[in-house]
């Protein structure tokens, strides 16, 4: 590895069984911090399940998943959320009924210290938090450039901006490690053009950015590291140009689509 | 009908109704409130007062009850049956604490305030944690399991806690302390009793407090994200058990409240009270739009005033039939009730 640093994550033989399924079998390697690393591999390769338990929607039946030096398997979502851990899904998953600008503040839920009879008794302290947290999601809504709708409902919302309110839904919950699961799926060209410049943007804040992708030309631009998964098996793992090369990558996965 | 309620949902999903369904609907509305208006001003208008009143003061009850239907129904789509029975329990509970606290019927006086509201408080207190445990032991277990088996579970709950209730006060319906003044005074034609305002103004309050917290509040907004995306939420940092837990608390806090309101008012209870208020204030949940707070709230009124204009101006053998047509109609012509679901359209 390049860096001398300590992975933000590393994943030790993990393994998830469903029944008599593999989905993941004895997966290992540490994701460096502050760059972007990515994810590939075939459909029901067993991505989505690694992430999974990663977050904690799933307990590894084997194997150690440790962020930032603590191990972290079989913890639950929302702990993992409040460690510093956050995703977005495949398919969009927001709280539909609520405006964008809610959408965010419940990922700002996590940070906030007011109790219950501050938000009864409308305190100086709750009512200074609760303008602080509406003001921080604006900047989130900003950040990934959907401010304008901030009030529409999330279900309203065009699909891309339906996306790009979720990496700030995210990102509201100050992670340090930052799941991405497809986040260019459906997008056109010019959008996923404007998705790797918001990925720049991400990790020169300091977060860790470890995405899965589909799209070979982004993830090939955008991340620093790959790994690939081929029916729950690291197959692959190094620089997009090694990984490009190599072999075995070519058989399972590049050599179908590409 | 519990086949129907487990599809229930699956109902409400399909928004409003047909052009016919909506004139049909306002027809028979029209009707009944003609019918009303002729019965009406066949009886003084003191009287209508009185009945309003009435409808009134039972209604907010009602309201109180049916939130706990739809903040359940609203975060895991399950009609929690054993509530009605919670809110029979706020009854128990209170009348087992009087004693404790020295508070006996006839002696009523600005003395005793304090001591109602502390018994009113350890009342809603022991029927959150009554609720709560319901929840763990019968209802989480059975999360992803089919929708109907929690329901029938539930069913099963309401007939351990009716028959706990049996157990330990007995088969008939005890009394109830009359600890609200009994005074009445006029206003023009309309004569209101003390007792009345007091009911109404507690239950108001109650539903108002509630509705503020479950806006302002964290745990409020942590409720709404649960209720749409539980996997979402859980990601955002939210303890998606400790929701649940508090979503069944505070429904049954508000219906150990109503429990003890219903005593105070109505001066009695029994074991299989709750089995009967609950299908109504469930009905009032139905009505308003289950799901929806505001809902529940209006549902819960408006029910109780069909209940005591139904009782009074026509045949009281025939309100239960009535209120459960109006469950029919609603589910039929309008499943997602008066205000809507859980959330409006936007």
């Known amino acids: 590895m390049s860096t001398d640093q300590k992975p933000i994550l590393s994943l030790q033989g993990v393994i998830k069984r469903f029944g008599g399924l593999t989905a993941v079998d004895q997966v290992s390697f540490d994701v460096p911090k502050g760059e972007v690393f990515a994810l590939i591999g075939p459909n029901g390769a067993g991505k989505t399940t690694l992430f999974n338990c990663i977050t904690g929607m799933h307990v590894p039946t084997a194997g150690r998943v440790v962020f930032e030096g603590r191990d972290i398997a079989g913890t639950k979502p929302y702990r993992t959320a409040q460690l510093g851990i956050a995703r977005t899904f495949q398919n969009i998953r927001l709280f539909e009924y609520m405006s964008a600008l809610d959408n965010v503040k419940v990922g700002e839920h996590v940070r906030m210290k007011a109790k219950l009879w501050d938000a009864i008794f409308r305190t100086p302290f709750a009512r200074r938090e609760e303008r602080e947290v509406s003001e921080r999601a604006m900047e989130h809504l900003r950040f990934v450039g959907i401010e304008r709708h901030a009030d529409n409902y999330a ?53 860790t950015v470890f995405l899965i992708e589909h799209d070979m030309r982004v993830v090939m631009e955008v991340s620093q590291r790959i790994v690939v998964l081929d029916h729950g098996e690291k197959i692959a793992e190094g620089p997009p140009a090694e990984v490009r090369k190599d072999q075995r990558v070519i058989d399972a996965y590049l050599g179908k689509s590409a | 009908m519990i086949g129907a309620l487990a599809r229930m949902p699956s109902t409400l999903r399909t928004f409003g109704g047909s052009q016919v369904s909506n004139l049909v609907g306002l027809l028979i509305v029209a009707g009944a409130l003609a019918l009303t208006l002729q019965h009406v001003l066949q009886h003084s208008a003191s009287f209508f007062f009185q009945i309003l009143i009435i409808g009134i003061a039972d209604g907010t009850i009602y309201g109180l009850i049916a939130l706990g239907y739809t903040m359940v129904y609203g975060i895991i789509e399950l009609i929690n049956f054993a509530h009605g029975d919670v809110f029979t329990l706020g009854g128990y509970f209170s009348l087992a604490l009087f004693p404790i606290f020295g508070i006996a019927e006839g002696k009523a006086g600005f003395g005793y305030v304090i001591p109602l509201l502390v018994v009113a408080a350890i009342t809603m207190l022991l029927c959150g944690v009554v609720n709560v445990a319901i929840e763990r032991v019968a209802y989480r277990p059975l999360r992803h399991a089919p929708r109907l088996a929690p329901l029938i579970t539930a069913i099963g709950m309401s007939s351990i806690l009716e028959g706990a209730m049996y157990l330990w006060r007995g088969p008939n319906s005890l009394h109830y302390p009359d600890l609200l003044p009994l005074t009445r005074f006029n206003i023009g034609p309309v004569n209101i ?114 209940r005591a204009f139904s009782d009074s101006y026509f045949d009281s053998s025939w309100t239960e039939v009535l209120i459960f047509g109006i469950l029919i109609a609603t589910l039929v012509f309008r499943p997602t009730g008066l205000l809507g679901m859980r959330v409006p359209e936007k």
């Open chain 2, 193 to 306: 009793g003390v007792k009345d305002l007091i009911v109404i103004t507690f239950a108001l309050v109650l539903v108002v407090v509630f509705t503020l917290f479950i806006n302002l509040s964290k745990l409020g907004k942590a409720m709404r994200a649960t209720a749409q995306d539980r996997d979402a939420a859980q990601l955002m940092g939210i303890d998606i058990n400790r929701t649940i837990s508090a979503t069944f608390f505070i429904g049954a806090a508000l219906a150990g409240a109503g429990g003890i309101t219903w005593g105070l008012y109505i001066s009695s209870v029994d074991p299989f009270l709750g089995f009967i208020t609950g299908l109504i204030a469930f009905t009032a949940a139905v009505f308003g739009g289950i799901g929806n707070i505001p809902g529940a709230a209006l549902g819960g009124l408006l029910i109780g005033l069909i």
């Open chain 1, 155 to 207: 279900r309203n919302l065009a699909y891309g901006q339906q996306r790009r309110l979720e990496i700030a839904r995210a990102l509201a919950t100050e992670p340090h490690l930052l799941l991405l699961d497809e986040p260019a799926a459906g997008f056109t060209p010019q959008e996923k053009v404007e998705l790797m410049r918001l990925v720049d943007k991400i990790i020169s804040r300091g977060i």
